[in-house]
């Protein structure tokens, strides 16, 4: 099978039947418990947060979930959270940080929720309190891309020590719909503006904003999902054990040396461009 382009992996990201961060959460954790409302409005099922154990280390996820079937996605707003999905996270970044617990995070979002409820109830300050406070962590920080990472709804729950991302996942600040109609005004240009954007795992670790690839086998889907899960769960173990000699006041430098290096050498390809 040829090199995918990069529409055929947005398309990829997006189908119903790629598994969502509920199945990756019960196959990689031996125990999860679901926990529920931001303490202010309500409980929006768009992110699912929890606490979940992997031998004999505790862990706080918090998880986009689109639906696995229509009323499903109706139940969860079609995985496009709304404020208090991003403050029921904050809450347990938060609690995870008083109990020194790990934090993991699964991205699979077409973006944040852009109804005027959301508006009303300060959707943009939630999206920048949760990159800030996920940025101030003092314990170890995973943000795993499991499958469409748009917008700025992505982008609140991606400020780890570590970001990994599926090999046929995608990540960018916008739509390659939002994009072609923004820059052409013509979004039926859709496929040209998924190759400028780069979105696909492959270039975003070439950019060095992903830290590592998780391939996805070209098998059967059952068999496919137990490989990638056990690739996971491998990584997770192995990222925890070297984060954990780092001091709380490192993880955080850690954290911001990270994005701050990643900005500088964005600038510096820019630069090469130019010239």
Known sequence: MGKKTAWE???????????????????IFDEFIELHGDRNFKDDKAIVCGLA?????????????????????????????????????????????KFNRPV????????????????????????????????????PVISIIIGEGSSGGALALGVGNRVLMLENAIYSILSPEGYASILWKDSSRVKEAAEKMKLTAQDLFDLKVIDKIIKEPCEEEIKSFEKISKSLKTEIKKIIKELSNMSPDELVEDRYQKFRNMGEYQSLKEEEKCC
């Open 9 to 27: 992996k947005v398309e990829i990201a997006r189908s119903s039947k790629r598994k969502t961060a509920l199945d990756y959460i019960e196959n």
């Open 53 to 97: 154990r992997m031998d004999n280390q505790n862990y706080t996820i918090i998880a986009e979930q689109k639906g696995r079937n229509t009323k499903e996605n109706i139940e969860r707003n079609f995985g496009m959270p709304n404020p208090e999905s991003y403050r029921k996270g904050i809450r347990f970044m938060k609690q995870a940080e």
């Open 104 to 139: 993991i995070t699964f991205i699979d979002t077409k973006g944040a929720y852009p109804g005027i409820e959301a508006e009303e109830r300060g959707q943009g300050e939630a999206i920048a309190s949760s990159m800030l406070e996920m940025s101030k962590l003092k314990v």
